[in-house]
């Protein structure tokens, strides 16, 4: 079975500053897709980023983009020019790719809450 | 982008009495559904899968008994927590996909508390 690992359950960052958030896996299939999803109080869960695994470019969406090491299984995740509304909950997202994708869920990591300091 | 809603939002219910959570697909279809439950500071934890037509699956420790679920269309999958007690307030989240798609789309979740 698939496990995503985030080994920091807390971050901060400076307003306008750059952050980094860590994300492992570990899965013994090749093809497969990443997330990262970020939950602000309100609990919405909001796509901020995907990876496909075949895909050896980084995934880059205006001031976030992915550090994807698929060989050291590692994908993480660049916060440039923080903004106080960057604070929330972001956690870690593995889809296999096998069957049928649309049969199965997500496998979260255990989220990183990060602040944002003004 | 694909939008899914959950009704209500927030329900205070009394120990004993069942609650049933509606998840809908708003502008595609989704034969799969998921139905999650997260406790305050904690990450998403899969319950079931809810397969349009057929039984749901129950992840390892979820009572099938105590959380029905029902899909009957490709747009409307619930949830009942049937007898509610105290410790199943929590707040609860589906998800799906347009099928074929491996995107997945959340709903804003239900917060349940029963008193």
């Known amino acids: 079975a698939q496990t995503v690992t985030q080994s920091q359950p807390e971050m901060s960052v400076q307003e306008a500053e750059t952050v980094t958030l860590s994300c492992t896996y570990d899965?013994?299939?090749?093809?497969?897709?990443l997330f990262w999803y970020k939950q602000p109080p309100s609990r919405q869960m909001i796509l901020v980023i995907r990876?496909?695994?075949?895909?050896?470019q980084n995934a880059t969406e205006n001031r976030f983009s992915v550090n994807f090491q698929k060989a050291a299984k590692s994908f993480s995740l660049k916060i440039s020019d923080s903004q106080l509304g960057d604070a929330a909950m972001y956690f870690c997202?593995?889809?296999?790719?096998?069957?049928?994708?649309?049969?199965?869920?997500?496998?979260f990591g255990k989220g990183t809450r990060l602040s944002v300091i003004a | 982008g694909a939008v899914v809603s959950q009704h209500p939002s927030w329900v205070i219910c009394k120990s004993g009495t069942s609650v049933k959570i509606e998840c809908r697909s708003l502008?595609?279809?989704?034969?799969?559904m998921f139905w999650y439950r997260q406790f305050p500071k904690q990450s998403l934890m899969l319950m079931a899968t809810?397969?349009?037509?057929?039984?749901?699956?129950?992840e390892q420790g979820v009572e099938k008994d105590k959380f029905l679920i029902n899909h009957a269309s490709l747009t409307l999958s619930t949830l009942t927590v049937t007898s509610a007690h105290p410790e199943d307030s929590s707040f609860y989240i589906c998800?799906?996909?347009?099928?074929?798609?491996?995107?997945?789309?959340f709903g804003p979740g239900t917060r349940l508390t029963v008193t």
């Open positions: 809810s397969n349009e037509g057929s039984k749901a699956t129950y």
């Open positions: 502008d595609f279809q989704a034969t799969t």
């Open positions: 990876q496909e695994a075949y895909k050896q």
């Open positions: 998800s799906a996909s347009p099928d074929g798609s491996y995107e997945q789309y």
């Open positions: 899965t013994s299939e090749s093809d497969y897709y």
């Open positions: 997202a593995y889809r296999t790719t096998i069957q049928d994708s649309g049969n199965t869920p997500l496998v």
